[in-house]
């Protein structure tokens, strides 16, 4: 096994190779306006360091999110571009599974990342590999109570220390983090998700109400 795991559902652009017992490379870098340039060169950054080529990669792993839409679709297209080109699966894991998996909290806690808007992406734990429910978008005030008395980590609990005052690293998902945990399903026989992105709102860039629409004469 040969995993190759990105993820740039949130600031981080983030890829690791993982060879089925352990990471063996891995990057990262945080800039939330430049998934598009910063992702393939990680990537060949992250093969060199392992010394392999990607046609040695056996499979894909791609975080769906949630995230902001223009990030997101980044990673997910090269996801899918990759397991086309060298004829391997692809497969999804939500974004705030990996941060949980990084996460060292004993008992149930809250993953929180940033939606903008003045809101956050966030699910509820277990444990470090078990969600409880489906990921959600809200206003932290909305969901103080619902959330009250647990740890949290992600940028978005960070953020937020009204609603998430036990807030802990790590802020941004790693790939490294998806990756062990893909290798550790894989391994359990667990099926993972398809790689699709997982919106849950509208993009915010929309068409104009009202536009004018200009014809040729």
Known sequence: ??????DTATPAVTVALHDGSSVVAASSQVDARRHGELLLPAVDRVLAEAGVRLDAVTGIVVGVG??????????????????LALGVPVHG?????????????????????????????????????????DPAVDRPADIAEQIAGLPAVGAGALLYP??????RAPENVSAA???????SK?????????P???????????????????TPK
Do not use: H, I
């Open 66 to 83: 949630p995230g902001p839409y223009t990030g997101l679709r980044v990673g997910l297209m090269t996801a899918d571009t990759f397991g």
């Open 162 to 167: 009204d609603t998430f005052p036990d807030a």
């Open 93 to 133: 894991l939500c974004t705030l599974d990996g941060l949980a998996y990084a996460a060292e909290v004993d008992g149930p806690f809250v993953v929180a990342t940033d939606a903008r808007r003045k809101e956050v992406y966030w699910a509820r734990y277990a444990d470090a590999r078990t969600r409880v429910d």
């Open 196 to 214: 699709r992105p997982l919106y849950l709102r509208r993009p915010d860039a929309q068409v104009p109400k009202n536009y004018k629409v200009v």
């Open 1 to 6: 096994m040969l995993l190759l795991a990105l």
């Open 177 to 183: 983090a998806l990756a062990s945990l893909a290798a």
């Open 186 to 194: 894989l391994a359990a026989g667990e099926e993972l998700e398809p």
